[in-house]
């Protein structure tokens, strides 16, 4: 019978005698203690666990800087504050952006000789028609 009532309960016997008025579970009188203890050895782990990464990172960068220094790489924030300071320090005398700031392809471009559409145009005709349009 037991069994007939295990698999129609899905397993749930120790709930069934509380459903039938038996006798509830006994509650532990250190179960309070235990709790604390349980708490506070959570929190030691998990200060150890984060000065090992802090120690590991400490670790890392003492390669990433042996790195740095066999190749003479410069730090990502270091060349960022080097190129901020000198645009900055192209800046100060000048009344206009300086030319970094200004878009690829925006602007004057002293390197691009623009021809308008009549030259364009002109190239492509014969010579007298040419002679005569340049009149």
Request: proline fraction near 4%; hydrophobic fraction near 25%; glycine fraction near 8%.
């Amino acid at each position: 019978m037991d069994f007939v009532m295990k698999q129609a309960l899905g397993g749930a016997t120790k709930d069934m005698g509380k459903m039938l008025g038996g006798e509830e579970e006994k509650k532990d009188p250190d179960a309070a203690k235990k709790e604390e203890e349980r708490q506070e050895a959570l929190r030691q782990q998990e200060e150890e666990r984060k000065a090992k990464h802090t120690r590991m990172e400490a670790d890392r960068e003492k390669v990433r800087q042996t790195i740095r220094d066999k190749y003479g790489l410069k730090k990502k924030e270091e060349k960022e504050a080097e190129e901020k300071a000198a645009m900055e320090q192209a800046c100060e005398g000048s009344l206009t952006r300086p030319k970094k700031a200004i878009p690829r392809g925006c602007g004057d471009d002293d390197e691009e000789d623009e021809e308008s559409i009549l030259d364009t145009v002109l190239k492509f005709l014969p010579g007298p028609l040419q002679d005569m349009f340049k009149k």
